[in-house]
Structure formats: structure tokens, C-alpha cells
């Protein structure tokens, strides 16, 4: 017994020493020549350029296609107004339904301008504010409607606002609103209510803001509203202030709040 555990031992020491040997002399690579080297720099290079183009095709396609894709969707979805009841008369033709559509709304807008066409719209009007959830819904998209629409009126934004918000050395676009006198024992001051949106348009903060203290950039309406709701992006290079407009000149009603 004692003979044999004698030739094992001697048997494992040579390949244990074996595995040592291969550990302590790896195999080595045959080093690279300069022509492999040129090779890969460049494919490197080639791969670096391939990319850089594909990406500038995508910043440059992307925003024609998403402008295609929506006009697209909504021809189909306008079209899909009158569409059927042109098929129901055996009438096929692509964008009739379409043009048919942008008639009508010119021809609404010639109805509701009159006097009969207010009355029924406003008689339409009370019963939708009168209804829980639609009235909701109704309000948040009348207001902005009524915001970029052409006849501007006393309830639509009045001008594009910068105050200072939320801290000093920073500023926030809104929109003034209405214009109110402020009474208090050392008199009159003239306060600004300025909506100033934090979720596009119809959800936002209301803010009283002396008029002295408003800057009053030289944009329209239209234009703040497309500044916030591109996120910024549509922001002008640079912003001049108007020159303040007299109270008496504004053609705004001032309400008087009295402070107790």
C-alpha cells in the first residue's frame, strides 16, 4: 500500500509541474504588423464618418416625417367626417371629405359671426357648461382658443409677460390676463395677473406681479405660445422690451381689490 501511494505522488508532481510550466510561459501572440494596424484605424475612422451621417440624416428626416405623419393623420381623420356619406352616394374620391370639411368650418365662422349664429352658439355653450364633465374640458380648450383666435377680446391673453420666477437671477414666460388696483394705506398699486403655464398651456399658476416689475418683450401672443409649447426651442435670439404703455392708453379695465 505504502508502495503504490509512493507512485502516485510521483506521479502527480510532473503534471502539476506540467500545468505550472504552461502557466508561466503562455502562448504568445505574433505581434501585429503596421498594415493591420492602418487596417483598423481605418475601419475606425470609416465607421465613425458612416455614423455621423446616418445620424445627420435622421435629425434632418425626422422632423419631415413626423410633419408628414400628422398632416397625413389628419387629412384621414378630417376626411373621415363627410367620407361616408359620399361612399353611402357612390362617391369615391380621396379628400373630398376633406375639403368638404374646411367649407364647413369657413361657413361656421361666417354663421356664428352673425347675430343668430352668437344666439345659438351661446344657447349651445350654456347647456355643454352645464354638464359636469364636459364643462371641463369645454373651458380649459375655449381658453386656448380663444387665445390665438383673431378677434381678440377682454377674457383671451392680453400681452407676453417675463417676471422674475421663481427666484432672483431667474425668469418665466406668462401671459397677462387682467390688471388690477391694488388699494392699501400707502395707495394705489397696479398688480398684473399673469398666467404662467406649467403643462403647455392649460394648466398653470396664477401670479399677481407689479406692473413695474413685468418686462414686456417684444413678441405677440402666437409667438409665446408656440415658445412654451416647443419647450423653448422656437426662443429668439435675442428679446427687446417694449416701451410702457400708459395706463390710461391700455384700453384694459383696471378691478380695484381693497386690502383689509
Known amino acids: 500500500m505504502a508502495a503504490a501511494a ?13 500545468e505550472d510550466a504552461d502557466l508561466e510561459d503562455p502562448i504568445k501572440s505574433p505581434p501585429s504588423s503596421p498594415s493591420s494596424s492602418t487596417r483598423k484605424a481605418c475601419c ?7 455614423s455621423r451621417k446616418f445620424m445627420t440624416g435622421i435629425v434632418v428626416l425626422f422632423p419631415v416625417a413626423v410633419t408628414f405623419f400628422i398632416t397625413w393623420w389628419f387629412i384621414q381623420f378630417v376626411d373621415g367626417f363627410f367620407s361616408p356619406l359620399y361612399s353611402q352616394l357612390g362617391v369615391d374620391i380621396f ?6 370639411s374646411l367649407i364647413f368650418v369657413f361657413l361656421v365662422g361666417i354663421f356664428v359671426s352673425s347675430w343668430l349664429g352668437a344666439s345659438i352658439f351661446w344657447l349651445g355653450e350654456w347647456v ?3 354638464m359636469p364633465l364636459m364643462r371641463h374640458i369645454y373651458s380649459a380648450s375655449k381658453q386656448i382658443s380663444t387665445a390665438i383666435s383673431p378677434d381678440q377680446n377682454t377674457t383671451a391673453f392680453k400681452e407676453v409677460a417675463i417676471i422674475r420666477h421663481p427666484r432672483v437671477g431667474e425668469y418665466a414666460f406668462g401671459f397677462i390676463t387682467s ?6 394705506d400707502k395707495g394705489d398699486e397696479e398688480l398684473c395677473s399673469v398666467f404662467v403655464p406649467t403643462n403647455h398651456l392649460y394648466i398653470g399658476d396664477i401670479f399677481l406681479v407689479n406692473s413695474d416689475d413685468i418686462i414686456r418683450p417684444n413678441l405677440s401672443i402666437r409667438e409665446g405660445i408656440e415658445i412654451i409649447v416647443s419647450g423653448g426651442m422656437t426662443m429668439p435670439q435675442t428679446i427687446a422690451p417694449l416701451e410702457r404703455i400708459p395706463r390710461t392708453t391700455q384700453g384694459v ?7 383689509v
Open 128 to 130: 355643454i357648461k352645464k
Open 179 to 184: 390688471t388690477v388696483l391694488l388699494q392699501t
Open 6 to 18: 509512493q507512485e502516485k505522488e510521483s506521479a502527480s508532481v510532473p503534471l502539476s509541474r506540467d
Open 253 to 259: 379695465q383696471l378691478n380695484r381689490i381693497s386690502s
Open 44 to 50: 475606425a475612422v470609416l465607421q465613425s464618418w458612416v
Open 95 to 100: 379628400g373630398l371629405g376633406f375639403l368638404t
